[in-house]
């Protein structure tokens, strides 16, 4: 087994971030880069992509 630590590019900035436990704030390089993604999802500049369910209810499971 290898004692590389794995290095991961941070979200927000590119920056090099070094995936271990001392890595407080991974896959961000600091609290700021956290919170401008935060800040992203908040303000819905982020979005999943999903299925509109049918209006029917015919996706709800039986009764029993």
Not at 24 to 32: A, Q
Not at 47 to 56: L, N, T
Request: proline share 11%; charged share 30%; with cysteine.
């Amino acid at each position: 087994m290898s004692d590389s630590v794995r290095i991961v590019a941070c979200p927000t900035c590119r920056a090099e971030v070094r995936w271990e436990p001392q890595s407080r704030y991974r896959p961000f390089c600091s609290e700021r880069c956290r919170l401008i993604d935060l800040g992203q999802w908040a303000s819905e500049s982020y979005k999943v992509p999903a299925e509109e369910e049918s209006p029917s209810g015919d996706a709800l499971p039986p009764a029993h």
